[in-house]
Nanobody, 116 residues
């Protein structure tokens, strides 16, 4: 089992930046993939960014070049640096941890609102 604690959401203006953090209750070396999904009101949940245990990353096309996912193994924490935020980035962002074998854990979610 793993608990995920997220932080860093908030209200920002278009063009500004935010950094989300997701800290796991166990070493990241025991987790296959970690990443972020988001869900906006009235829309389906979508994958935002993924980082593998080896550090390979993938992003949804709408955030490529603006968002960066990274991990600090010493702190058991994954980060999502979000730059040049747009109104359409407004959503609840949830961190997840894939332990393999179909076992996935989710954080509680953090609200990101981009508005002028």
């Amino acid at each position: 089992q793993v608990q995920l604690v997220e932080s860093g959401g908030g209200l920002v203006q278009p063009g500004q930046s935010l950094r989300l953090s997701c800290t796991a209750s166990r070493t990241l070396f025991s987790i296959n993939d970690m990443g972020w999904y988001r869900q906006a009101p009235g829309k389906q949940r979508e994958m935002v960014a993924i980082i593998s245990r080896r550090g390979n990353t993938d992003y949804t096309s709408t955030v490529k070049g603006r968002f960066t996912i990274s991990r600090d193994n010493a702190k058991d924490t994954v980060y999502l640096q979000m730059n040049s935020l747009k109104a359409e980035d407004t959503a609840v962002y949830c961190c997840y941890a894939d332990l393999g074998g179909g076992t996935i854990y989710w954080g509680q979610g953090t609200q990101v609102t981009v508005s002028s």
